[in-house]
C-alpha cells in the first residue's frame, strides 16, 4: 500500500557529496518519522539520520556535521545530504517511513525503502 522510492546513490571519491531521496507514496495524510538507516557488508543496520515531527532532527555521531536530513512534508520525500564523504561511508542506505496517516483512523508502520549503495573510495 505504501511504497518507498530511493534515488540519488551512486559511486563518489572521498571528499565528495551525495543527495539521497526518497519518496512515499500512497494514500498518504501524513508521516510521523521519516529517517535513513545503512547496512555496510558484514555488519547490522545501523540508524544514520531522522526526523520526527515536532522534533529536531537526529543524526549518528559517525555522521553528524557531514550528513543533513530534510523534509518535504508535502511531497512526502525525505533527503539525506551528505558531504564530506568517508570510505567508511560505503554501505547500502535504506529510508525509513513510520506511523504513516493513511486517513480514516488508519496507519502504516515501519516501512522501508529497497536500498540505495553508495560507495565512496580513497
Known amino acids: 500500500q505504501v511504497q518507498l522510492v530511493e534515488s540519488g546513490g551512486g559511486s563518489v571519491q572521498a571528499g565528495g557529496s551525495l543527495r539521497l531521496s526518497c519518496v512515499a507514496s500512497?494514500?498518504?495524510?501524513?508521516?510521523?518519522?521519516m529517517g535513513w538507516a545503512r547496512q555496510a557488508p558484514g555488519k547490522l543496520r545501523e540508524d544514520v539520520a531522522s526526523?520526527?515531527?515536532?522534533?529536531?532532527?537526529a543524526y549518528a555521531d559517525s555522521v553528524k556535521g557531514r550528513f543533513t536530513i530534510s523534509r518535504d512534508n508535502a511531497k512526502n520525500t525525505v533527503y539525506l545530504q551528505m558531504n564530506s564523504l568517508l570510505p567508511e561511508d560505503t554501505a547500502v542506505y535504506y529510508c525509513?517511513?513510520?506511523?504513516?496517516?493513511?486517513?480514516?483512523?488508519?496507519?502504516?508502520?515501519?516501512?522501508w525503502g529497497q536500498g540505495t549503495q553508495v560507495t565512496v573510495s580513497s
Open positions: 526526523w520526527t515531527s515536532g522534533d529536531s532532527p
Open positions: 525509513n517511513a513510520n506511523s504513516i496517516d493513511l486517513g480514516g483512523r488508519k496507519f502504516a508502520y515501519n516501512i
Open positions: 500512497g494514500s498518504i495524510v501524513s508521516i510521523d518519522t
